[in-house]
């Protein structure tokens, strides 16, 4: 199996910052995409950034030249860097990964999501 553990959510004030991690582990043969999204009260999940196995990026309009998407492949962790954090991004963020696992002697592709963290932005 694999287990992600994500951490890192808190309360902020307008204007600060937060760094949150999702480490996953298991059995895990390899990592491809990985990314956060978040869920507002009373609205859908959305995608906040989603990071490639080769690095590239891609960010909801929303939170463009605030937050930076970024990942360790040796500990297969992926990270979220908020700044200038503002009220509406008040959510459940929640961390995703794709990739293949190995198990029994064979492989099956995987897509998993963490358990949440709650960030909160108010003053």
């Known amino acids: 199996q694999v287990q992600l553990v994500e951490s890192g959510g808190g309360l902020v004030q307008p204007g600060g910052s937060l760094r949150l991690s999702c480490a996953a582990s298991?059995?895990?043969?390899?990592?491809?995409?990985m990314g956060w999204y978040r869920q507002a009260p009373g609205k859908e999940r959305e995608l906040v950034a989603t990071i490639s196995s080769g690095g590239s990026t891609n960010y909801a309009d929303s939170v463009k030249g605030r937050f930076t998407i970024s990942r360790d492949n040796a500990k297969d962790t992926v990270y979220l860097q908020m700044n200038s954090l503002k009220f509406e991004d008040t959510a459940v963020y929640y961390c995703y990964v794709d990739g293949i696992k190995y198990s029994s002697g064979r492989y099956y592709s995987f897509d998993y999501w963490g358990q949440g963290t709650q960030v909160t932005v108010s003053s």
């Open positions: 298991g059995s895990i043969f390899r990592i491809n995409a």
